[in-house]
């Protein structure tokens, strides 16, 4: 690799685009069925999140969503602009705006969210229901702080879940 003499700099690399690539891939297979109801991801985010969660501040949906605020205030809009959601000032803090399902967001929500769920299971069936586990175990350690590592062995502890 030009520039890089460490292997283990090298083997980062290389988890590192194959994990994008996988990531822009299970977009990709799941992106048509959101286009037919109107929906992009992260327009699917904010209504699944206040759906399985209730009304959220948009700060919060920032921190879930892991987007800016800049792009969550204009995917609420359009979101708005559909009567899928409502914004209301929080009343024990007028600075934060709460953000909460129509009745047709929630119907629309409920309609596809199970459709998604369908979509993403197709678009990870290369995997096995325990690759599946033990690819979400080490994706959970990538997302940890790696200062967080226990000096003996190196590793995070996590436990597992039984499999069923």
Known sequence: MFGVADPAVTASV???VKLLRATRAVVARTGPLLAEFGLTHTQLGVLEAILHLGPLTQR?????L???PGNL???????AQRDLVTRATCPEDRRRVRVALTATGRTLIETVFPLHAADIHRAMAGLTQAEQT??????RLLGQDPDARDEQTGMIEIAAPPLK
């Open 60 to 64: 919060d949906l920032t921190r879930k």
């Open 134 to 139: 033990q690819l979400g175990r080490l994706l």
């Open 14 to 16: 290389r988890a590192y």
């Open 66 to 68: 892991l987007t800016s």
């Open 73 to 79: 205030t204009d995917v609420i809009d359009k979101l």
